[in-house]
C-alpha cells in the first residue's frame, strides 16, 4: 500500500473521530458562527476557508474551529500595555514625591535604579509618554533627571518621537528655555515631528514672531532641515491660532526662496478666516486668482465658516442667506462640493439650534455625491441630545455604526455625550449612555466619574453616586472628594399645613347669610304639628 493511501485513512479517522466528540459535547455549528467573523475579510480564518474553497467541508469545519493567532496575539499585546501602564504609574508616583519626604532622601536615579532595576525598555516611547502624562507637576529638575535615567538604560535609544514627547511637556509648563537645550542635544536626531510640536507650542503660547525667526536660524542652531515642507508646518501653525499677518509676511518674505503653491495659499486664506478678517481673506483671494492659481474646496470651505461665524455673532437669520452665497459662487467656478462643506454647515446650524436643518442637510447629502464621515454623526447626535430629541440621538448613534464608522465613537465621544446630557438635566439618559460605552470596551476616565458623581448628587440621588465613587476606587480612578450641593430645584419641600384664614365676606355672601337666618327664625314661630295623632276608625 503507497504512503499516500496510508495517509488518507488516518486522516479519515482522525475526522470521523474528532466529528464524533464535537457531536457529543458541542451544539451546532450554526450557533457558534460569529457574525463578526464572516463580515470581516481581513481574519486569518476567512483566508483560511478561501483558500480551502475547493477541498470538503470536513476540513474547513476542523480549519474554523481552530483558535486564529491574532487573538493570542492582542492578548499578548493588551498584557503588554497593562504592565506598562503600571511601570508608569509607579514611575510617576516617584517622579511627584516631595523632596522633604523621607522616602526621597535618596536621589531620583538611585531610587529609579532601586525600584525599576529589571525594566524591559522594548517599548521606550510609549512608556516614556504615559510618565510624561501622568506626572503633569513634577518639577523641570526631577523630569530632567528622570530623562537622563531612561536614556542611560540599556537598549534604550531615543528618536525623534521620544523629543517631541519631551517638548511637548515642557511647552505646556511654556518652559521654552529648557526646550532649547533638549533641542541642542538632539541635534542630528530631532525632525518633522520635533519641529512640529515646537512651533505648535509656540504659536499656541502667542509667540507667533518667535516661531518665524526660529525657522531661519533652525537649520544652523538645531541641524534642523530648512525645506518647503519645514515652511508649511510652520505657516499652518501661524494659520490655525490666528496669526495670518505674520504667516502672509513670512510667506512674502521668503517668495524668492520658496514661491507659494495653492495649498500654502489656501492656508494663508484660512488663516485670515480663522482671525475672523473676512475681508482680508477676499482680498488675498482676487490677489491669488489674478496670480493665476485656481482657489479649492478647502478655501471656500474656510471662507463659508468664517461666513457662518460672523452671522452667529450679528444676526442668527442671516446665516442660511449668506451661506447660501459661498454656495452659489462655488458652483459658479466649478469647485464642488465635499464633506467638510456639509459639517461646516451641519455644526453652524446645530450651534443655533436649528437641528432640524441640519438633519434635512444630513439627508440631502447623496444629492452632491457626499457620504458622511464619522464628524458629521458626531454633530448630529450631539444636537438631537442637545435639543432633548433623546430617541433619535440613540437612532443616530445605531446608523453610525452600522455605517461602518464605529472607530469614532470612543472615549472621548462618549464623554462628549455625557456633557451634553448632563447639561440639559437628563441624567438617567447621561448614566445609560455611561453603560453602553462601558459595553463598548472603553473604560471611562476620571472626568467621567466627577461629573456624573457631581450632577448625581445635586439631583439627590446620592446611593448611585456612591456607587459610581466605589466602582471609580475599584478600577484604580482616583476621584477627588468635594463637597457637592443639592440643587434646590430637587429637593424635597416639607408639606405646609393650610391655616384657616378668615376672609372678609362680599355684599352676596353677607345677604345670603342674613336670608338664612330670617328663615330660621320666622320658622320658629310656626306651630309645629303633633308626631303621634290617634286616627279616626
Given at each position: 500500500?503507497?504512503?499516500?493511501?496510508?495517509?488518507?485513512?488516518?486522516?479519515?479517522?482522525?475526522?470521523?473521530?474528532?466529528?464524533?466528540?464535537?457531536?457529543?459535547?458541542?451544539?451546532?455549528?450554526?450557533?457558534?458562527?460569529?457574525?463578526?467573523?464572516?463580515?470581516?475579510?481581513?481574519?486569518?480564518?476567512?483566508?483560511?476557508?478561501?483558500?480551502?474553497?475547493?477541498?470538503?467541508?470536513?476540513?474547513?469545519?476542523?480549519?474554523?474551529?481552530?483558535?486564529?493567532?491574532?487573538?493570542?496575539e492582542?492578548?499578548?499585546?493588551?498584557?503588554?500595555?497593562?504592565?506598562?501602564?503600571?511601570?508608569?504609574?509607579?514611575?510617576?508616583?516617584?517622579?511627584?514625591?516631595?523632596?522633604?519626604?523621607?522616602?526621597?532622601?535618596?536621589?531620583?536615579?538611585?531610587?529609579?535604579?532601586?525600584?525599576?532595576?529589571?525594566?524591559?525598555?522594548?517599548?521606550?516611547?510609549?512608556?516614556?509618554?504615559?510618565?510624561?502624562?501622568?506626572?503633569?507637576?513634577?518639577?523641570?529638575?526631577?523630569?530632567?533627571?528622570?530623562?537622563?535615567?531612561?536614556?542611560?538604560?540599556?537598549?534604550?535609544?531615543?528618536?525623534?518621537?521620544?523629543?517631541?514627547?519631551l517638548?511637548?511637556?515642557?511647552g505646556?509648563?511654556?518652559?521654552?528655555?529648557?526646550?532649547?537645550?533638549?533641542?541642542?542635544?538632539?541635534?542630528?536626531?530631532?525632525?518633522?515631528?520635533?519641529?512640529?510640536?515646537?512651533?505648535?507650542?509656540?504659536?499656541?503660547?502667542?509667540?507667533?514672531?518667535?516661531?518665524?525667526?526660529?525657522?531661519?536660524?533652525?537649520?544652523?542652531?538645531?541641524?534642523?532641515?530648512?525645506n518647503?515642507?519645514?515652511?508649511?508646518?510652520?505657516?499652518?501653525?501661524?494659520?490655525?491660532?490666528?496669526?495670518?499677518?505674520?504667516?502672509?509676511?513670512?510667506?512674502?518674505?521668503?517668495?524668492?526662496?520658496?514661491?507659494?503653491?495653492?495649498?500654502?495659499?489656501?492656508?494663508?486664506?484660512?488663516?485670515?478666516?480663522?482671525?475672523?478678517?473676512?475681508?482680508q481673506?477676499?482680498?488675498?483671494?482676487?490677489?491669488?486668482?489674478?496670480?493665476?492659481?485656481?482657489?479649492?474646496?478647502?478655501?471656500?470651505?474656510?471662507?463659508?465658516?468664517?461666513?457662518?461665524?460672523?452671522?452667529?455673532?450679528?444676526?442668527?437669520?442671516?446665516?442660511?442667506?449668506?451661506?447660501?452665497?459661498?454656495?452659489?459662487?462655488?458652483?459658479?467656478?466649478?469647485?464642488?462640493?465635499?464633506?467638510?462643506?456639509?459639517?461646516?454647515?451641519?455644526?453652524?446650524?446645530?450651534?443655533?439650534?436649528?437641528?432640524?436643518?441640519?438633519?434635512?442637510?444630513?439627508?440631502?447629502?447623496?444629492?452632491?455625491?457626499?457620504s458622511?464621515?464619522?464628524?458629521?454623526?458626531?454633530?448630529?447626535?450631539?444636537?438631537?441630545?442637545?435639543?432633548?430629541?433623546?430617541?433619535?440621538?440613540?437612532?443616530?448613534?445605531?446608523?453610525?455604526?452600522?455605517?461602518?464608522?464605529?472607530?469614532?465613537?470612543?472615549?472621548?465621544?462618549?464623554?462628549?455625550?455625557?456633557?451634553?446630557?448632563?447639561?440639559?438635566?437628563?441624567?438617567?439618559?447621561?448614566?445609560?449612555?455611561?453603560?453602553?460605552?462601558?459595553?463598548?470596551?472603553?473604560?471611562?476616565?476620571?472626568?467621567?466619574?466627577e461629573?456624573?458623581?457631581?450632577?448625581?448628587?445635586?439631583?439627590?440621588?446620592?446611593?448611585?453616586?456612591?456607587?459610581?465613587?466605589?466602582?471609580?476606587?475599584?478600577?484604580?480612578?482616583?476621584?477627588?472628594?468635594?463637597?457637592y450641593t443639592?440643587?434646590?430645584?430637587?429637593?424635597?419641600?416639607?408639606?405646609v399645613?393650610?391655616?384657616?384664614?378668615?376672609?372678609?365676606?362680599?355684599?352676596?355672601?353677607?345677604?345670603?347669610?342674613?336670608?338664612?337666618?330670617l328663615?330660621?327664625?320666622?320658622?320658629?314661630?310656626?306651630?309645629?304639628?303633633?308626631?303621634?295623632?290617634?286616627?279616626?276608625?
Open positions: 500500500m503507497s504512503r499516500a493511501l496510508q495517509l488518507g485513512r488516518y486522516l479519515r479517522c482522525i475526522s470521523a473521530s474528532s466529528l464524533s466528540k464535537a457531536n457529543l459535547h458541542c451544539p451546532p455549528l450554526l450557533h457558534l458562527i460569529d457574525q463578526s467573523s464572516i463580515s470581516s475579510s481581513s481574519s486569518p480564518t476567512h483566508s483560511c476557508n478561501r483558500f480551502l474553497s475547493n477541498q470538503p467541508s470536513l476540513y474547513i469545519r476542523n480549519f474554523s474551529s481552530s483558535t486564529s493567532p491574532s487573538t493570542s492582542t492578548n499578548c499585546n493588551n498584557r503588554n500595555e497593562e504592565e506598562t501602564q503600571k511601570i508608569a504609574q509607579e514611575i510617576s508616583a516617584e517622579l511627584l514625591k516631595q523632596e522633604d519626604n523621607d522616602d526621597s532622601s535618596l536621589p531620583l536615579n538611585k531610587r529609579l535604579d532601586l525600584h525599576f532595576s529589571d525594566l524591559n525598555t522594548q517599548t521606550p516611547n510609549h512608556l516614556l509618554l504615559q510618565v510624561l502624562n501622568l506626572s503633569p507637576d513634577a518639577a523641570r529638575t526631577t523630569v530632567l533627571g528622570f530623562h537622563q535615567w531612561i536614556s542611560s538604560r540599556p537598549g534604550f535609544q531615543h528618536t525623534d518621537q521620544t523629543y517631541s514627547y517638548v511637548d511637556y515642557f505646556r509648563k511654556k518652559d521654552f528655555k529648557i526646550i532649547n537645550e533638549i533641542l541642542i542635544d538632539g541635534r542630528g536626531i530631532i525632525g518633522t515631528k520635533t519641529l512640529e510640536s515646537f512651533v505648535n507650542r509656540l504659536v499656541r503660547a502667542g509667540r507667533d514672531t518667535q516661531a518665524v525667526s526660529f525657522f531661519d536660524k533652525m537649520e544652523t542652531e538645531y541641524g534642523l532641515v530648512r518647503r515642507k519645514s515652511l508649511k508646518i510652520v505657516v499652518s501653525n501661524l494659520c490655525e491660532n490666528g496669526f495670518a499677518n505674520s504667516a502672509e509676511k513670512m510667506v512674502k518674505n521668503l517668495a524668492h526662496e520658496f514661491f507659494p503653491d495653492e495649498s500654502t495659499c489656501e492656508m494663508l486664506i484660512k488663516g485670515w478666516c480663522v482671525d475672523g478678517k473676512l475681508d481673506a477676499k482680498r488675498l483671494a482676487g490677489e491669488i486668482h489674478r496670480g493665476g492659481f485656481q482657489l479649492g474646496t478647502s478655501a471656500y470651505n474656510s471662507i463659508l465658516d468664517c461666513v457662518c461665524k460672523l452671522c452667529r455673532k450679528k444676526d442668527n437669520f442671516r446665516l442660511q442667506s449668506e451661506a447660501e452665497k459661498i454656495l452659489v459662487e462655488m458652483d459658479y467656478a466649478g469647485v464642488p462640493r465635499n464633506v467638510e462643506t456639509f459639517n461646516i454647515l451641519i455644526n453652524n446650524f446645530c450651534k443655533i439650534r436649528r437641528t432640524e436643518e441640519s438633519v434635512k442637510l444630513f439627508e440631502r447629502m447623496g444629492e452632491w455625491g457626499c458622511p464621515n464619522a464628524e458629521t454623526y458626531l454633530l448630529l447626535i450631539k444636537s438631537l441630545y442637545q435639543a432633548a430629541r433623546i430617541g433619535e440621538g440613540d437612532e443616530m448613534i445605531d446608523k453610525m455604526k452600522s455605517a461602518g464608522f464605529g472607530s469614532g465613537l470612543d472615549r472621548k465621544a462618549y464623554f462628549g455625550f455625557i456633557k451634553v446630557l448632563c447639561g440639559i438635566e437628563r441624567i438617567d439618559h447621561a448614566m445609560k449612555v455611561f453603560a453602553k460605552m462601558k459595553a463598548d470596551g472603553f473604560v471611562p476616565g476620571i472626568k467621567s466619574y461629573l456624573l458623581i457631581e450632577k448625581l448628587c445635586s439631583h439627590g440621588q446620592t446611593h448611585r453616586a456612591n456607587h459610581l465613587s466605589s466602582e471609580a476606587k475599584l478600577k484604580g480612578i482616583l476621584v477627588d472628594p468635594k463637597v443639592l440643587d434646590p430645584r430637587f429637593t424635597k419641600k416639607p408639606k399645613e393650610k391655616t384657616a384664614v378668615k376672609k372678609r365676606e362680599t355684599l352676596p355672601e353677607k345677604m345670603a347669610r342674613k336670608r338664612k337666618t328663615k330660621k327664625i320666622n320658622l320658629s314661630f310656626v306651630k309645629k304639628p303633633k308626631k303621634m295623632m290617634r286616627r279616626a276608625y
